[in-house]
């Protein structure tokens, strides 16, 4: 199939979930968090998750219609991990909207972040599937490895020692094992072998690694427009980024304290201000190399996940986890 | 069986019950969040769910041994709605300490109150039983119900015009669905007939809301001592309690006039005010005899709840159930 017939089959199934997520969003008292709910399931995710599920199954022989129940599941467990974690990195905005507990309150989000799991179990739980206890597992355990993440990333926001391996470890959960889970969750509905199965959990294990360095690397190298916020909010925010740590860990002693100096978290800064730290920081990035050296573990990264693949049947649905895969790691926001 | 000899059964139950929960919060990285978790599951809770769910079991004649994942579940899920709901109920304390959100911060109240949901479902999932997916959909429908009272009870915070009807809808979401669900779970595990089951779910509805009622009358009966929290925390927050709508109902134009400025929201009151309003209250309650009125309402409920459980064999199991709701409807904190 072509490239186009590739984007056009993906931009189908996504249609597809969209239509079924936007059934899910009933009117229901109360109204506060009925509308949030709707806000964050409609504000235009790209719905990642749920197509690598889709392609997933397909890709072991079934067709994707079997699949949609457990599609949302996953969706709306990313969406319960959005919400609840805007809250905890008192984030002001994402895809360009102000975030939840902006626009409504602390306790919407909070409350609608629980709802969104209890709908992700209720989605999950309509899955016909030969598999049920093993897909309910994996998705239990990627619920409780998201939450552990984000207590990591939490806990690394307070040091500035953090190795690259701690780094790895936490994104690994954070955002690694819900694009695993989806895959993995794809192969187990649509009948899998074992060895099917467990090759898409780890395709979408490095999927979802290269996703995240992709992630820390499009916060400096962005066009601000298609990025929908200022570029350089990982450094404001203190993170600790792939970036942070490589650069860190190769600058000359006293680089190494101007950056440390930069990344320390305040939380009001002008605008001009924000753009003097990012530059500063981005000029370190530059001179060490590690936007590079950010690009070079993406490119390794994706390319064994796709040699995982090749444990699957070579069909077109294969061919097309390839492109969407590819596709993913060009994308510009 | 005697009365001592019921409550050594019951107490070697939950004995089991809080072992088997020890052994869940092992020593895990990160801290904070393993701390708190600890804290929160091992404050002393009376365990009042789990108990239910394996006293309904082996009320369907099967040994409870079977049923403990399932009570551990319960519990967890439970108390995921303490540590979320003081959050937005803004609690300073909780069984006589302080609550999660101000012995550690908000942030690992929500990453704990997110993890004890995992690890509910991580349960849930062990249990084997003839009927998994109708204890999964209860389960979860269980954890959507909850979240949907909690949301109707902050938004009646803030009405002064909330009707009996719509507090009750919202006591037996927030408190009533997890009993009634325990004592469902039980059944189901246990392997009852439909019938049983059913009859234990409009048990634990109705034991559900006589505890409820009970609650909203501690708050102004209770010793101080035994209650572990001052009396009259529900007047100084401006709870909408079966004693406050009865009242308001019943009361002369003035003396609802009074009653409303009494119940007003004020975050700090110092402790003469505080107990100031709550003897305005209290007198009002008596006066219009609303006390009697939650005796009554609780007396109803109660027996209608054990009217219920006729359904089931006429065995030593039963009597249990029987004696424990009674006792239940005792306390004193």
Redesign the interface.
């Known amino acids: 199939m072509s490239e186009t017939g590739h984007a056009e089959y993906v931009s189908r199934l996504q249609r597809r979930v969209n239509s079924y997520i936007a059934g899910l969003v009933v009117k229901?008292?109360?109204r506060?968090?009925n509308e949030a709910s709707r806000h964050i399931l409609m504000a235009g995710g790209k719905r990642v998750r749920s197509t690598l599920l889709l392609l997933a199954c397909e890709a072991v022989g079934t067709r994707s219609t079997s699949a949609l129940h457990a599609g949302a599941a996953v969706e709306l467990l990313h969406n319960f991990t959005l919400v609840?974690d805007d809250?905890?990195d008192n984030a002001a905005s994402r895809r360009g909207k102000p975030t939840m507990h902006v626009r409504w309150d602390?306790?919407t989000a909070?409350?609608v972040?629980?709802?969104l799991?209890?709908?992700a179990?209720?989605n999950l739980?309509k899955t016909r599937t030969g598999n049920r206890?093993r897909m309910?597992?994996a998705f239990?355990?990627c619920?409780?490895e998201v939450?552990?993440g984000?207590?990591?990333d939490?806990?690394m926001g307070k040091r500035s020692d953090v190795t690259l391996s701690e780094y790895l470890l936490m994104i690994e959960k954070k955002t690694g094992y819900l694009i695993s889970t989806a895959a993995e969750i794809g192969g187990l509905v649509g009948g899998g072998t074992l060895r099917q199965v467990e090759a898409l959990a780890r395709f979408g294990k490095l999927l979802g690694r290269a996703f995240q360095i992709q992630d820390d690397l499009l916060d400096i190298v962005a066009n601000e427009k298609h990025f929908g916020k200022m570029i350089g909010g990982d450094i404001i925010e203190g993170k600790k980024t792939f970036l942070f740590i490589t650069a860190r860990d190769r600058a000359s002693r006293r680089d190494r304290q101007e950056l440390l100096n930069v990344i320390k978290p305040a939380p009001r800064v002008t605008r001009s201000r924000h753009y003097e730290r990012v530059n500063l920081a981005s000029a370190l990035y530059h001179k060490y190399g590690v936007l590079d050296a950010a690009r070079a573990r993406i490119r390794k990264d994706t390319s064994a996940a796709m040699t995982a693949l090749s444990a699957l049947p070579p069909t077109s649905a294969r061919d097309r986890l390839y492109w969407y895969s590819e596709a993913l790691l060009k994308r510009v926001s």
Request: net charge negative; with cysteine; glycine share 6%.
């Open positions: 229901r008292k109360p506060d968090v609840h809250v905890m602390v306790n909070i409350l972040g629980d709802i799991v209890g709908l179990y209720e739980l206890a309910q597992a239990t355990t619920l409780l939450c552990r984000q207590a990591l939490l806990e």
